[in-house]
Nanobody, 123 residues
Framework: QVQLVESGGGLVQPGGSLRLSCAAS????????MGWYRQVPGKQRDLVAT???????NYVDSVKGRFTISRDNAKNTVYVQMNSLKPEDTAVYYC?????????????????WGQGTQVTVSS
């Protein structure tokens, strides 16, 4: 089994900062890309940022220059440092990981999701 556990969400004032963490655990062979997505009620889940196992990053335009994604491969953990937060950043943030595992003597890669953590930006 594989589990992704997020932490670091909360309430912050506009202009403030938060750092989200997501740790993957379980019977993991390797992890490819990891990323953060966010969702507001009634809307689809949208990409925020991704990072490959080699460290290449990708951001949605609305967070470029404010958010920084990073990962610690030894700890199977991905982070996102969120600065200059705006009310429109309010959402439930989910981490995602492409995880390769052994199953019946074969390697399989599947998408896994965390449970989500609420980020609220409000004065």
């Amino acid at each position: 089994q594989v589990q992704l556990v997020e932490s670091g969400g909360g309430l912050v004032q506009p202009g403030g900062s938060l750092r989200l963490s997501c740790a993957a655990s379980g019977s993991i062979f390797s992890i490819r890309a990891m990323g953060w997505y966010r969702q507001v009620p009634g809307k689809q889940r949208d990409l925020v940022a991704t990072i490959t196992s080699g460290g290449s990053t990708n951001y949605v335009d609305s967070v470029k220059g404010r958010f920084t994604i990073s990962r610690d491969n030894a700890k199977n953990t991905v982070y996102v440092q969120m600065n200059s937060l705006k009310p429109e950043d309010t959402a439930v943030y989910y981490c995602n990981a492409e995880i390769t595992r052994w199953r019946n003597a074969y390697l399989y890669t599947d998408d896994y999701w965390g449970q989500g953590t609420q980020v609220t930006v409000s004065s």
